[in-house]
Every structure is written in structure tokens, then in C-alpha cells.
């Protein structure tokens, strides 16, 4: 059974720091590439990041280029969002995406809120 399970998400200020992780299980982790999204209220879920099964190759939404770094560790099964500069805009629900050719899973989802 595959599972991926997120942590790391809550409520910060405007311009603070947070680092989301997705632990996996149930997979061969180091077989797919990992994303992650997010959906806000009465919006679509996007793409936020996506990093390749090496790690050697990362992608990002044009509105988090240069605050957030995706990254993974093959050994621990978990792939991490380091998200800096927080604005209000970036209040969602982010997802964790696991996905290989016929393959696509994903995690339950964490809230971070930015709030003053």
C-alpha cells in the first residue's frame, strides 16, 4: 500500500519560513519523480515543484522561483519543500505527487496559512 505523508505546513507571517516533507512508503521511492502542488480556495490545484528521480534536475511555477527549494533523499523515501519569503498568496494546501509512467499517487495534503 502506498502512502505519502506530509508534514511541516501550519500558520507563519508574511516573509517567514517553512519546510514541508513527504515522507513515502509502499514504493520504490527512488523510481519516480516527485512533485508537489497546491490548491487554495476556489482555485485549481498547480504545480508548485518538481524534482527528478536523481534529484539532478528541478522545476518550479514562475510564482515561487527563487523562494522555494525542492529536494529529496533517496535514503530516507522524502522529499522536502523549503519555502522562504512567505506571502498571503502562498496560503493553500500543499500536496505531495509521487508519479512514474501508469504510476501517480498522492498524499493527503498539509495547510500553510501566511497571516499577520
Known amino acids: 500500500q502506498v502512502q505519502l505523508v506530509e508534514s511541516g505546513g501550519g500558520l507563519v507571517q508574511p516573509g517567514g519560513s517553512l519546510t514541508l516533507s513527504c515522507a513515502a512508503s509502499g514504493l520504490t521511492f527512488n523510481f519516480y519523480a516527485m512533485s508537489w502542488y497546491r490548491q487554495a480556495p476556489g482555485k485549481e490545484r498547480e504545480l508548485v515543484a518538481v524534482?527528478?528521480?536523481?534529484?539532478?534536475?528541478?522545476n518550479y511555477a514562475e510564482s515561487v522561483k527563487g523562494r522555494f527549494t525542492i529536494s529529496r533523499d533517496n535514503a530516507k523515501n522524502t522529499v522536502y519543500l523549503q519555502m522562504n519569503s512567505l506571502k498571503p498568496d502562498d496560503t493553500a494546501v500543499y500536496y505531495c505527487?509521487?508519479?512514474?509512467?501508469?504510476?501517480?499517487?498522492w498524499g493527503q495534503g498539509t495547510q500553510v496559512t501566511v497571516s499577520s
Open positions: 524534482i527528478s528521480i536523481t534529484g539532478a534536475s528541478t
Open positions: 505527487n509521487a508519479q512514474r509512467p501508469a504510476r501517480n499517487y
